[in-house]
């Protein structure tokens, strides 16, 4: 069973920049992609990126496109999310996940893809 446990959240000004790491144990990261989601206050969780489980496909949602990067070390069993142009609504707890299915072709967006759930990290974001 995959163990994710997620760091690198705080508090920044808006323009600012973060790296989340989320580092995986207990089970085979490499065979599965991960994902980045968010949940603030109130609202739903949401996908923010996906990277497969070969590192060579990323996908973004729209809100972070051109600001956030998704990479992974397979080496290390880690994967990140350096955050640039941080703005107010980026704010939340941000999760990493683990898609259940190893190998999965497609890179899903949909939170119930997902197992292996971290405990997430606060990102806080004045303006």
């Not at 990323?58 to 999310?81: C, E, H």
């Not at 190998?103 to 292996?116: A, H, I, K, M």
Request: one cysteine or more.
């Amino acid at each position: 069973q995959v163990q994710l446990v997620e760091s690198g959240g705080g508090l920044v000004q808006g323009g600012g920049s973060l790296r989340l790491s989320c580092a995986a144990s207990g089970g085979t990261f490499n065979v599965h992609g991960m994902g980045w989601f968010r949940q603030a206050p109130g609202k739903e969780r949401e996908f923010v990126a996906g990277i497969s489980w070969t590192g060579g496909r990323t996908r973004y949602a729209d809100s972070v496109k051109g600001r956030f990067t998704i990479s992974r070390d397979n080496a290390k069993n880690t994967v990140y999310l350096q955050m640039n142009s941080l703005k107010p609504e980026d704010t939340a707890v941000y999760y990493c996940a683990a898609d259940k299915v190893p190998r999965r072709v497609v890179l899903t967006t949909q939170p119930g893809n997902y197992d292996y759930w971290g405990q997430g990290t606060q990102v806080s974001v004045s303006s």
